[in-house]
């Protein structure tokens, strides 16, 4: 019974630690005519998978359905791997960070202004955070001098060579992301249905307006000639310029210039977006929480308007202080992939767990179990469900607090190494992480100094308080078993929600 539970990739963010509870074990190894998978909830043991990069390697024949243009960092291995992640990583710089703060501060602003102007609820707050991050990701990482079609107007301009807009083209990516990864696009094209049509559709023309970036930067690096300074987009298509007496090093396909852009658009607008949904709902249903969290803003922010907020001053003190705690209790509760993969190659390897020495069969599917661990007793007080909330119980969980130190003087929570692994670990974790909580600090910070972002309590004759809890159940239905897992955990259902003007 444990092995059909952790068979059900789609479910696992749900079972948690219950199914190594069941088994007291943290490390479960299921044999099958299909192959080995071993599950590990052990932080011991996901520390050796994270680091050990020559011994336990990506799956990349069960990751290449990323590879939807082309090669990507996130589906291949060896030197190729190691060429895409040098060419990205110094993209990842305290510019590019600076950048991502001003614009996330911009952008969320502007997002206050269209809620305060609705006078109605905030249906599907995914979506408007959706289009928020992938502003700030188009803006700061594919360069303000290339011309990015209906980037700063996302839902009106329409260029007359696309059938969608910038934003819909991706947006209906991630909608048809299962069709495009189990469908090849050469057959979806003879497809006569009408979902077929609509992934094949919204493939082809993201293509294009990629296609579009890559040649607008390579034009412009033919006139201006290239910079030591470069953005993520600029560093990929030079990465695939034709070779110079100069060159260190061949180019990269075209194809990889555009699986690159696509990963990385998907990985930087995405995740973020999830992550601040689930941050908004969780606090919405935890009042007295937000109200904590706000109170650290004005004792960090005190009365200075955003255009004084510092990414070099406050981005810090934010990440240090409520913010950063909440991002990361979210990201505890909600880790971007529910399971971070690896496996073995044609030789067996070992590992030690608890003193003990085990061996790895050869072409054995590794996953390193983020919700159990996450949620491991052992490191992560157990939680007592209240209310409507389902397993794994995330809203009963919530507790931003425990990242924080006491008045009483003491430290802050240090989770033990390998027990919160959100951004993965050892060599090829996140590059992006410096970004993504620059970002989130800034957009959380700009929403909630002078606003409160609420559940919407229906009119009716009972008391505000029953038709309150009313609400914050079916909130909590939501996310938790209202909640699946594709490319991301995302949550299926709308939780109605209101903006209201802060009262201090």
């Known amino acids: 019974m444990t092995g059909y539970r952790l068979s059900r990739f789609g479910r696992i963010w749900h079972e948690g630690h219950e199914p190594f509870a069941h088994l007291q074990t943290d490390n479960v190894i299921v044999v099958s005519a299909g192959g080995n998978i071993l599950w590990t909830c052990s932080p011991e043991s996901i520390q050796q998978f994270s ?48 950048s991502a703060w001003t614009e996330s501060l911009k952008r969320s ?34 360069d303000r001098s290339v011309d990015l079609p209906s980037a700063t107007a996302l839902e ?38 009408s979902a077929h049509k609509e992934a094949i559709a919204s ?59 696509f990963v990385f658009v998907m990985a930087g607008y995405e995740t973020s977006a999830n992550t601040l949904t689930y941050a908004m709902t969780l606090l919405a249903c935890h009042p007295h929480l937000r109200k904590d969290m706000q109170a650290d803003l004005d004792r960090i ?31 505890r509760l909600y880790s971007v992939l529910p399971f971070i993969p690896k496996c073995t190659k044609e030789k067996p390897q070992t590992f030690i767990s608890g003193g003990r020495e085990y ?24 939680v007592t469900p209240k209310g409507n909330d389902g397993p794994p119980f995330p809203v009963s969980s919530f507790d931003p607090a425990r990242w924080l130190g006491k008045s009483d003087g003491v430290s802050a929570f240090n989770p033990v190494v390998g027990s919160y692994v ?38 009716g004759e009972r008391s505000y308080e029953e038709r309150w809890q009313e609400a914050r159940e079916r909130a909590e239905k939501e996310l938790s078993s209202g909640v699946e897992f594709l490319m991301s955990l995302k949550m299926k259902g709308k939780v109605p929600l209101r903006l209201v003007p802060r009262s201090k």
């Open 156 to 193: 009106t301009n329409l260029s007359k060579s696309h059938k969608m807009t910038y934003s819909e083209a991706i947006s209906s990516m991630v909608e048809n992301i299962s069709t495009l990864f189990i469908v090849p696009p050469p057959v979806l094209r003879f497809s006569p249905f």
């Open 301 to 331: 922010l005190s009365d200075r308007p955003s255009s004084m907020w510092s990414c070099e001053a406050d981005f810090p003190k934010l990440l240090n202080g409520y913010v950063g705690a909440v991002i990361n209790e979210t990201l």
């Open 203 to 261: 493939y082809t023309v993201w293509q294009k307006y990629m296609e579009e970036m890559r040649d607008q930067t390579s034009a412009s690096f033919r006139l201006n000639g290239s910079r030591n300074d470069l953005s993520l987009l600029e560093s990929f298509v030079q990465a695939g310029q034709p070779p110079t007496a100069d060159s260190k090093s061949p180019p990269i396909s075209p194809a990889a210039v555009l699986g690159n852009i």
């Open 359 to 382: 061996i790895v069969p050869p072409d054995t599917l590794i996953l390193m179990d983020t919700s159990a661990v996450h949620r491991n007793p052992k490191y992560w007080p157990e």
């Open 51 to 98: 680091k050990r990069s020559h011994d336990f390697v990506k799956p990349v024949e069960m990751m290449g359905m990323l590879n939807l243009y082309g090669p990507t960092i996130t589906a291949t291995e060896g030197e190729e791997s190691r060429t895409y992640r040098k060419i990205a990583a110094p993209s990842f710089n305290d510019r590019t960070h600076r």
């Open 422 to 459: 959100p951004f993965s670990d050892g060599p090829r974790s996140c590059m992006g992480k410096r970004f993504a909580q620059a970002k989130l600090c800034a957009v959380l910070a700009a929403i909630y100094k002078e606003h409160s972002i609420e559940l919407d309590v229906k009119d």
């Open 109 to 142: 602003l502007s997002l206050l202004q269209r809620w305060e102007s609705m006078n109605a609820p905030i249906e599907r707050l995914d979506t408007h955070v959706a289009r928020l991050t992938l502003q700030v990701i188009s803006f700061v990482c594919f």
